[in-house]
T-cell receptor
Framework: GQNIDQPTEMTATEGAIVQINCTYQTSGFNGLFWYQQHAGEAPTFLSYNVLDGLEEKGRFSSFLSRSKGYSYLLLKELQMKDSASYLCAVRDKSGNTPLVFGKGTRLSVIA | GAGVSQSPSNKVTEKGKDVELRCDPISGHTALYWYRQRLGQGLEFLIYFQGNSAPDKSGLPSDRFSAERTGESVSTLTIQRTQQEDSAVYLC???????????FGQGTRLTVV
């Protein structure tokens, strides 16, 4: 089967750092994606990891450990506009369900 | 077009009616996905098209749901005899291949009354 777990909600303070974790169990693996989704809007792509390690892109970084089935998204210097849902998605190499999404983590940034 | 385009953006329909949702992917994208997102929930996979391969329909929740795609362009998702439980945002996404990020349309918000 396929299972992707993320915390449902998180709250963090403006200017701080927050780490959003994602664990996955899939029959295959061909990459992990993070998306950001503001309320009422479409998801937008943030990052992609296919090899172990850290990918940094400005204030956002994403980490992957394939052996542990684990990823995290790190947001630095939080801004109020970062309040959104963050979706972890895994591409199943078997191709049966090519992009499987977790339920998302709703992040609230407070002053 | 510049992005994935979906129409209509909003649809209100009476229970029992059929609806058709349209998705225009980014030009050249061979992969196309349909997802359903209920209020406050995650994305539920419905169907996946990749080039000329047989579509992956494993996520369709019932035989009332069907989807077609013309070549590598427009796709339509049809829901027959709509039920209130079908109320959700239906999102379409496309990508160059099954190894790159998917770009999403703005979705169609379907309300069944």
């Amino acid at each position: 089967g396929q299972n992707i777990d993320q915390p449902t909600e998180m709250t963090a303070t403006e200017g701080a750092i927050v780490q959003i974790n994602c664990t996955y169990q899939t029959s295959g693996f061909n990459g992990l994606f993070w998306y950001q989704q503001h309320a009422g809007e479409a998801p937008t792509f943030l990052s992609y990891n296919v090899l172990d390690g850290l990918e940094e892109k400005g204030r956002f970084s994403s980490f992957l450990s394939r052996s542990k089935g684990y990823s995290y998204l790190l947001l630095k210097e939080l801004q109020m506009k970062d309040s959104a849902s963050y979706l972890c998605a895994v591409r199943d190499k078997s191709g049966n369900t090519p992009l499987v999404f977790g339920k998302g983590t709703r992040l609230s940034v407070i002053a | 077009g510049a992005g994935v385009s979906q129409s209509p953006s909003n649809k209100v329909t009476e229970k029992g009616k059929d609806v058709e949702l349209r998705c225009d992917p980014i030009s050249g994208h061979t992969a196309l996905y349909w997802y359903r997102q209920r209020l406050g929930q995650g994305l539920e996979f419905l169907i996946y098209f990749q080039g000329n391969s047989a579509p992956d329909k494993s996520g369709l929740p019932s035989d009332r749901f069907s989807a077609e795609r013309t070549g590598e362009s427009v796709s339509t998702l049809t829901i027959q005899r709509t039920q209130q439980e079908d109320s959700a945002v239906y999102l379409c996404a496309s990508s160059f291949s099954d190894s790159t990020e998917a770009f999403f349309g703005q979705g169609t918000r379907l309300t069944v009354v």
